[in-house]
Structure formats: C-alpha cells, structure tokens
C-alpha cells in the first residue's frame, strides 16, 4: 500500500507472490473510508526452514475538521515457523507527511527483542525483555489455534499473540464462539451466502471488542485459509467495518465518493453545559463520569486527579493544589529518563531547546522552575499548531516546529528528559467550547515528576522533600486546567506501541460526563 518502504524489512519483492491475497472495503458508520488488504508469503530461510509472513494495510482517509482531510496508510507484519515461533514483526504507518517504521527482531539476540525505530530518516535502536518462547503464537498460528480450539469444543478461551501496532511484547485475545452466521460474499469463489463462525473477540487489558466472521477451509495446509469476510467493531467515531470482496469491488467504492467520514467532533463528549471554571489554573472540580454499556472505565489516579467508584459511575475530581505523590524507587524514576523512539531526550535537536530552557529559567533555577521552562519553550518551538501532523516523535517535532497535541506532549516529555526531569506522556479528554456548546475532546499532554514538600503523614521529618506527578499541557496558555479527564499514562517505551492510544479508543466512545462541582 505505501508509495515505498523505508527499509528492507517492509519490502516484499524477495518474497515473490502470495499464496493468499484477500481485499477489504472499509467503511465508518456505513461511509467508505479506504482499503483493506491481508496477505500470506511462504518462503525457506537460509537454514532451510520454512517461514511465513502474514501482512495487513490498510489506507483510509476521514475528515478531522472542516475542509481537513488526512490520509492514513498502515502496514503490519509478522514473520513465523510452521510451529507459530515469531522470527519478527513490525509496523509501518504513514499520516499526513510523518512516516514511522517499528522493526521487532526476536531472533538476533537471546531473551531480547531487538527495537529499531525509523522515523523521517532518523534511527533509533533499542532493546526490550523478549516474551517467553511457547507461551503465544504468531498471527497464523493463533488463527490455527483458535480454530482448532472451537473444533474441539471449547467455545470461550484465552489465547497470547502478538499484534505490532502494539510493540514487540504479547497480548491476550479473550476469544467466544458466538455461532454460525451466513454472510453475503461477493468474490469469484464466492458469490452467494456462505456458511461463516462468527467470533467476539476483547483485546485485555485494553479494551477493544470486535465481532469476526470466517469461512473456514478444510485444506491440510500447515495454515489452512481461514477467510474473513467481515471485522465489526463499535468505535468513538461508530461502527468500524472491513467487508471482504474483491480489489476492483474493493477500489471502485473507495474511489467513487468524495464524502469521508468524520473523525474529531464525533468523537466528542457533550456536556451539558459550560463552565468558565475549566479556564483557572487553581482549584478544584469533579465530574460525574458515566458508561453507556459496561462497567465504569478504569480511570487512573493519576497527576492531579483522584477517582472513586461509585457503583454505576465514577467521580473524578481535578485537584491542582494535590499533585500525586511518587511512590517508586530511583529504577523506575530511569523508566521516564530513558530515550526512546518517541521520546529521545539525548537528541541534538531536543538538548539544544533543553538548553534554551535552563536559559530562560537562569542559572540558579530548581527543578520546578526548569521544568516551567520547559513547558514555555514547547509553546514557543511549534510554530504551526494544526491537525496535519501525523504523532511525530519529539525528534521529528523539534525539526518541523509543527504539530497538534501529540506533539506538544512528546516534545514536552523530551525536553523534560534532557534536563534530567522525568517525564510521562497522558491520554484522556480536554474541555472544549465554541458556539455549538461545551464539549470534552479527545487530547494529549505531559507529566513532569517534580520535587515538593512531603506530607505529614507520609514522612518522619515533614521537611524532608518527595517527589510529585504534576500534569502540564503545552497546548494552552497556562501549564494547566482543571479542564481535564485522564485516561492513561505512558513512558513511551519502545515495547508500547500505540497501545496507550488504543485504549483511549475504546474508551472515548463509552462514556457520558456531568460537571457535579461547577
């Protein structure tokens, strides 16, 4: 699907042709967004062994805004053995004009996965703990598994594997057979209803439900061709859906309509109404934070924010005088030290704004102060704040100078970093208003872990100092509001992939929200 690859990895020209190539057309709430397209190559290593690659792009275009289209292409891989070991993984995804690679090598070296990261033409290398060999499957052998499994009677199971656009480490797959179902296919082999499993299928600890329908082959292959004809999935921006038919089915619809379906302001959640309290940044405010199906998400006590569950709902209240106190020890303290893909404090371009930072705060200045530095140097670095950056790491943002919230929050982390303060990006909503109402949208900023006097009830000596999570965003006009919900932190290692974004997801869409303390 990408115009070319970057490296040699994502490149299938050694490959030859497939032995399976199936197409997707993709729609949200019924409007065709793009293509989808799921491949299998076989070939043997220079040991002679067999191995497979699955590979799956999708390219879709939505709207984000008023007259502002973006593009979004995306590749991932998974290369196996017949006994469903991963040789290695990766993903590619291009938006706007940011190119990010991810190449997971879980061979190279010994209980590792070898991290390599490419974005614009910068490298990153790194290494992470790799999964134990025999606990998960690759892609097509969970698929072998999880067909077998059905056949043998076991309808709910759990199953490990790994998807890359989530890092090199495992996820699990809660599984059910939820019956038979026929489904309308419209491909050469398949022109009329066809007998299909239909399988509902939570990505733990994320959150993420979808409903899968296949038609299974009774070939003896090693990976028999389990087909897909149709992923559903209830997103924030509605039903998200990839029906198979054939690639000239498949472009003809994506290529016959100008109308794409709309990504930022349906996935607001309305308030009620306003609240001039979102715009101090003193005091206090909770909210009443509902779910439409389901349980109440998890909200994490976080930063500024505390939570209590309260049967149906949750109160989250927003305290800027109460900054979480840091429990951890100085090992974890590096875990939001260290460089990675996303945030790379170590970089050229980001030292040199750490060091216009510890300028602007003058040589005596504490940590507190470098850190408020910090936060007025991200404001003043980019330029040009708009939507057509496509979450570029804070690498890539100090050369553009451009971006929307994302990158104000990696940029932020990284500078943060490179003074030695350690620093965590966070995913949740921002209080929006205009003339059509008040709104909570979906958002990003940074924390900063900041010294501060120890409370009385945690220390001998009352003096002696802690440390403190504190929220900063650099896409407002103080380092922060009571205008905000938290839904999840993240360091922003190597082995998260967009995760932490992929929960948000499957959040934002669940929820309603109530201002109970104007």
Known sequence: MLAACLTTVFCLASWGTPTRDYHYSVQVKGTVAGLMRMRMYKKKNDNDEVIYRSVEDMVAEVERGVNDLVKLEFTTFIEEREDGSVVSSGYSQKMAQTVIEMEYDYETKPGKVVVKSTQSGAVHNSEVDAPKKGTYYGRLAMLKKLHENFKNGETEFDINTIKPEMGPTTVTMRTKLLGTDDEVVDTPEHKNKVATNKYSTLVVGVGIQSTEWYILDSSDDTFPSYIMTKYSVDSAMGKLEALYTTEENAKKAYEGTDVRPELVHSAYVPLKRPSRKMYTDSGAITYKVTAKAGDVPDFPANGFQTVEVKGDHALVTIDLGKPELFTGDAEEQRTYLQPTAMID????????????????????????????????????????????????????????????????????AGILRALDIPSRTCSGLVYLEDSKGANFGWHMWSQALLPGKCPDDECEDEDVGALYWNDMDGTLPIPFSLGHILFGVSAMSDSEAHTAELKLVSMIGNIEVEIIDP
């Open 345 to 412: 404090g170590t970089d050229p371009g980001v030292m040199k704004l750490a060091a216009k930072a510890r300028e602007l705060a003058g040589e005596d200045a504490d940590t507190n102060r470098l850190a408020r530095a910090a936060w007025r140097i991200t404001k003043d670095t980019i330029k040009r704040s708009d939507l057509a950056t496509g979450f570029a790491s804070a690498t890539e943002t100090a050369k553009t100078m451009t971006g929307d919230c994302s990158e104000y929050a990696v940029l932020l």
